[in-house]
Nanobody, 115 residues
Framework: QVQLVESGGGLVQAGGSLRLSCVAS????????MGWYRQAPGKQRELVAV???????NYADSVKGRFTISRDNAKNTMYLQMNSLKPEDTAVYYC?????????WGKGTLVTVSS
C-alpha cells in the first residue's frame, strides 16, 4: 500500500503561483510513475503532469510552460509548481502513484483561482 497526502492548495488570484506537495509513505519502492491529476466541478478527472520512472516528464497541453513537476526522493515528496495561474485551473488536485500496476490516490487539495 502507498499512502499519499497532498498539501499547498488554496485561493490565489489569476496570474499568481502555488506549489503543491505530495508526501508518499508505505511501500514506495518500485514506483513506475507519479503524477498530478485534477478534477474541476462537473468535469472528468484529467492528467496535469507525470514523472515516469523518475526522469521522464509529461504535461497536459493546457499547463505546458506554466507548471513544473518535480520529485525529491530523499523526502519521498513530489511537487507541482504552478505559475501564471488561470481561473480555468480551478480544481481539486490529486496526487497519483502507479506501482506494480495499481493506482494509488491522495484525497486531493483544492486550488481556486479568482479572476
Amino acid at each position: 500500500q502507498v499512502q499519499l497526502v497532498e498539501s499547498g492548495g488554496g485561493l490565489v488570484q489569476a496570474g499568481g503561483s502555488l506549489r503543491l506537495s505530495c508526501v508518499a509513505s508505505g511501500s514506495i519502492f518500485s514506483i513506475n510513475a507519479m503524477g498530478w491529476y485534477r478534477q474541476a466541478p462537473g468535469k472528468q478527472r484529467e492528467l496535469v503532469a507525470v514523472i515516469i520512472r523518475a526522469y521522464s516528464t509529461n504535461y497536459a497541453d493546457s499547463v505546458k510552460g506554466r507548471f513544473t513537476i518535480s520529485r525529491d526522493n530523499a523526502k519521498n515528496t513530489m511537487y507541482l509548481q504552478m505559475n501564471s495561474l488561470k481561473p480555468e485551473d480551478t480544481a481539486v488536485y490529486y496526487c497519483n502513484v502507479l506501482r506494480a500496476g495499481v493506482n494509488f490516490w491522495g484525497k486531493g487539495t483544492l486550488v481556486t483561482v479568482s479572476s
